[in-house]
């Protein structure tokens, strides 16, 4: 037994110091070892005095990590030590077995080490379900506990902060997160994204030297007031973002020219007969009936009887046989529901026409681009009057015109990178439409600035941006640019950028969908600085 002891001392405690291990007992279920300490002196936790004077002694049960798929549990023999400092509330103290056991605890350090990296990985339930699978069953309410008892990790004091905002709930509560740019950590997490707040915490860190933001006024009012000998940087990705959103609405805009012009017909169309046209469309059930009983009772008549025999043969009543009889046509007696009565929709069907030459056949699309125009009501009518009107109207022969939104896509994308039926099209498309071509080497001019840092061309850009006519989102661009031009400058010049905090935003949110239910600001605070 001697020769096992040193043995089991190794391999059970091999990073502690005065542990025995006198005894390992297995059984099918658990191990129980009996282990005591072996330290001749221990500190006061009151007064910090060194104590040899040994009061008594009592047994602890602490778990530890599994084995084989068994519990273990330590059987150790902890003493008590008597104080001898007279200033000392304390009379006796139970001695703490340094990275083994803390007071109160139940667990040894390394089962709770394990059990809070499985929290801050996991969350509650699942964390709870993992620690039932290797044989230390906990609930979720421990882990958290657990989690919520870390202290925060010390914050260093960042040259390079990056500011962003992130939902607790979205649409409702937001947030602000800061990461060291550099070390490429998050910082900190604030309750809100208020100016007040933002400028609160950067006033007392004053070695911050940089500051990467998106282009938000909160974030530039607090770094303003927080941080005014910082340099503020807007990120190079929201600008791009921003130009593209800008050149989209001036595609949009002058989307007829996206179709090519059609080529001049070789001998002039013949003249199509007007066909007749008729209140209430052919094959209609309430148009047949009514013409049914129109030729029905004029053949009557015709044929000698009364109008009064008519009726007691037909079943009518005389007013409706004598109004039938008056009505030279059917036609004559749609009257009434029988109408085209005027709808709100009536101002928009030029427009609808016009776009349905133009290849637009999407009935949701059409309504939300007149919504825009003001129409009122839903998509119901709108659905209706391309289903029983628009679609028997012959469409123009010829391939079907990108749309906006491809072509914003091929003048945001290098020219080298599109295949060569993009760039046939971009380029039909920007001889066709003189204001989209100036749009074009705008937007170029302007990626050349993004991507080789040029940001002193920037006034020069924006002043002709906004002289560009037939372009009036990229007026209001270039507009919004020089209220931040400092900024957009520097991000257009220094090498810095937000990414890094767009990836822990992301982050963010894969911890709140396992949380769900339970992301308090105080317990999204723990995982994201210490996970």
């Given at each position: 037994?001697?020769?096992?002891?040193?043995?089991?001392?190794?391999?059970?405690?091999?990073?502690?110091?005065?542990?025995?291990?006198?005894?390992?007992?297995?059984?099918?279920?658990?191990?129980?070892?009996?282990?005591?300490?072996?330290?001749?002196?221990?500190?006061?936790?009151?007064?910090?005095?060194?104590?040899?004077?040994?009061?008594?002694?009592?047994?602890?049960?602490?778990?530890?990590?599994?084995?084989?798929?068994?519990?273990?549990?330590?059987?150790?023999?902890?003493?008590?030590?008597?104080?001898?400092?007279?200033?000392?509330?304390?009379?006796?103290?139970?001695?703490?077995?340094?990275?083994?056991?803390?007071?109160?605890?139940?667990?040894?350090?390394?089962?709770?080490?394990?059990?809070?990296?499985?929290?801050?990985?996991?969350?509650?339930?699942?964390?709870?379900?993992?620690?039932?699978?290797?044989?230390?069953?906990?609930?979720?309410?421990?882990?958290?506990?657990?989690?919520?008892?870390?202290?925060?990790?010390?914050?260093?004091?960042?040259?390079?902060?990056?500011?962003?905002?992130?939902?607790?709930?979205?649409?409702?509560?937001?947030?602000?997160?800061?990461?060291?740019?550099?070390?490429?950590?998050?910082?900190?997490?604030?309750?809100?994204?208020?100016?007040?707040?933002?400028?609160?915490?950067?006033?007392?860190?004053?070695?911050?030297?940089?500051?990467?933001?998106?282009?938000?006024?909160?974030?530039?009012?607090?770094?303003?007031?927080?941080?005014?000998?910082?340099?503020?940087?807007?990120?190079?990705?929201?600008?791009?973002?921003?130009?593209?959103?800008?050149?989209?609405?001036?595609?949009?805009?002058?989307?007829?020219?996206?179709?090519?012009?059609?080529?001049?017909?070789?001998?002039?169309?013949?003249?199509?007969?007007?066909?007749?046209?008729?209140?209430?469309?052919?094959?209609?059930?309430?148009?047949?009936?009514?013409?049914?009983?129109?030729?029905?009772?004029?053949?009557l008549l015709k044929a000698g009887h009364s109008k009064r025999?008519?009726?007691?043969?037909?079943?009518?009543?005389?007013?409706?046989?004598?109004?039938?009889?008056?009505?030279?046509?059917?036609?004559?007696?749609?009257?009434?529901?029988?109408?085209?009565?005027?709808?709100?929709?009536?101002?928009?069907?030029?427009?609808?026409?016009?776009?349905?030459?133009?290849?637009?056949?999407?009935?949701?699309?059409?309504?939300?681009?007149?919504?825009?125009?003001?129409?009122?009501?839903?998509?119901?009518?709108?659905?209706?009057?391309?289903?029983?009107?628009?679609?028997?109207?012959?469409?123009?022969?010829?391939?079907?015109?990108?749309?906006a939104r491809a072509v914003t896509r091929w003048l945001l994308?290098?020219?080298?990178?599109?295949?060569?039926?993009?760039?046939?099209?971009?380029?039909?498309?920007?001889?066709?439409?003189?204001?989209?071509?100036?749009?074009?080497?705008?937007?170029?001019?302007?990626?050349?600035?993004?991507?080789?840092?040029?940001?002193?061309?920037?006034?020069?850009?924006?002043?002709?941006?906004?002289?560009?006519?037939?372009?009036?989102?990229?007026?209001?661009?270039?507009?919004?640019?020089?209220?931040?031009?400092?900024?957009?400058?520097?991000?257009?010049?220094?090498?810095?950028?937000?990414?890094?905090?767009?990836?822990?935003?992301?982050?963010?949110?894969?911890?709140?969908?396992?949380?769900?239910?339970?992301?308090?600001?105080?317990?999204?605070?723990?995982?994201?600085?210490?996970?």
């Open positions: 037994m001697n020769e096992v002891r040193p043995e089991l001392d190794e391999l059970l405690f091999s990073s502690l110091e005065n542990v025995l291990v006198e005894s390992v007992e297995a059984t099918d279920m658990t191990v129980r070892i009996e282990a005591l300490s072996t330290a001749r002196q221990a500190t006061c936790p009151g007064c910090g005095y060194l104590s040899g004077r040994i009061h008594g002694s009592y047994l602890r049960f602490p778990h530890d990590l599994p084995t084989t798929g068994r519990s273990v549990v330590v059987a150790l023999r902890v003493r008590r030590f008597v104080c001898a400092e007279g200033s000392c509330s304390r009379k006796t103290f139970a001695e703490q077995v340094p990275g083994l056991t803390r007071r109160f605890g139940r667990r040894t350090e390394r089962l709770r080490s394990t059990l809070i990296s499985i929290g801050l990985a996991l969350a509650g339930r699942a964390g709870a379900r993992m620690t039932d699978v290797f044989g230390a069953p906990v609930s979720r309410n421990t882990l958290l506990r657990l989690i919520a008892s870390l202290p925060d990790p010390p914050i260093t004091a960042p040259r390079v902060v990056g500011v962003d905002e992130y939902a607790q709930r979205k649409g409702r509560i937001y947030g602000t997160v800061l990461v060291d740019v550099e070390t490429r950590r998050p910082i900190d997490l604030l309750p809100d994204r208020e100016a007040d707040t933002l400028a609160a915490w950067l006033a007392e860190r004053p070695g911050i030297e940089i500051v990467c933001r998106d282009r938000a006024p909160f974030f530039a009012e607090g770094a303003t007031r927080g941080a005014p000998q910082a340099i503020q940087i807007a990120d190079r990705w929201h600008l791009w973002h921003n130009l593209g959103e800008a050149a989209e609405k001036c595609v949009h805009r002058h989307r007829g020219c996206l179709r090519p012009a059609p080529a001049p017909p070789d001998e002039p169309p013949e003249e199509a007969e007007p066909a007749a046209s008729s209140p209430w469309p052919t094959g209609h059930r309430f148009a047949e009936r009514t013409r049914a009983k129109h030729a029905t009772i004029h053949a025999s008519v009726a007691r043969q037909l079943g009518m009543t005389l007013n409706t046989v004598l109004r039938f009889s008056r009505a030279a046509t059917p036609e004559e007696l749609f009257t009434g529901q029988w109408q085209s009565r005027a709808t709100k929709l009536d101002a928009y069907k030029p427009y609808l026409d016009l776009r349905w030459q133009e290849g637009c056949t999407n009935a949701w699309k059409l309504w939300e681009e007149i919504r825009e125009q003001g129409y009122p009501d839903g998509y119901g009518n709108v659905r209706n009057y391309v289903s029983r009107t628009l679609r028997g109207k012959p469409q123009p022969v010829g391939p079907r015109p990108p749309s994308t290098h020219p080298d990178a599109l295949v060569e039926s993009h760039r046939i099209q971009l380029k039909a498309v920007l001889a066709n439409c003189p204001e989209l071509d100036v749009l074009a080497k705008h937007v170029r001019t302007f990626a050349h600035m993004v991507t080789d840092l040029q940001g002193d061309q920037l006034p020069e850009w924006i002043e002709s941006a906004r002289a560009a006519t037939g372009l009036p989102s990229l007026n209001r661009f270039a507009h919004h640019l020089e209220r931040d031009l400092d900024a957009v400058v520097a991000g257009l010049s220094q090498p810095w950028n937000s990414g890094v905090v767009e990836g822990h935003v992301n982050r963010i949110k894969m911890l709140k969908r396992q949380m769900f239910g339970r992301a308090g600001f105080e317990l999204l605070r723990k995982r994201v600085l210490l996970a």
